[in-house]
Nanobody
Framework: QVQLVESGGGLVQAGGPLRLSCVAS????????MGWFRQAPGQERDFVAA????????YYANSVKVRFTISRDNAKNTVYLQMNSLKAEDTAVYYC???????????????????WGQGTQVTVSS
């Protein structure tokens, strides 16, 4: 079992930055890939970004490439999502998730994830 707790969400003006954090417990952090997803009202949960166990490979949705950066600190059991140049369409509940998958295909889809956090709201005002 892996427990995930997100933090860092809030209200931000368009163009501003925000950093989300997710602390994992219950399993050796370096043995799991991590991802961020988001869900806007009335929408499906969408992939945002993922990072492999060693942090070397990172994957992004086209809509956030260049603007968002995923990173992890295995010593702190924490994964981050740095979001810059935020837009109104980035407004959503953001979820942290843990995957036992190894391939890009596995960790770029929600079905590849076994554990989920409770979510944190990000609201971007235009």
């Amino acid at each position: 079992q892996v427990q995930l707790v997100e933090s860092g969400g809030g209200l931000v003006q368009a163009g501003g930055p925000l950093r989300l954090s997710c602390v994992a417990s219950g399993r050796t952090f370096s043995t799991i890939a991590m991802g961020w997803f988001r869900q806007a009202p009335g929408q499906e949960r969408d992939f945002v970004a993922a990072i492999t166990r060693n942090g070397i490979n990172r994957y992004y949705a086209n809509s956030v490439k260049v603007r968002f950066t995923i990173s992890r600190d295995n010593a702190k059991n924490t994964v981050y999502l740095q979001m810059n140049s935020l837009k109104a369409e980035d407004t959503a509940v953001y979820y942290c998730a843990a995957s036992q998958g190894f391939t890009a295909l596995q960790i770029m889809g929600s079905r590849g994830y076994d554990y989920w956090g409770q979510g944190t709201q990000v609201t971007v005002s235009s």
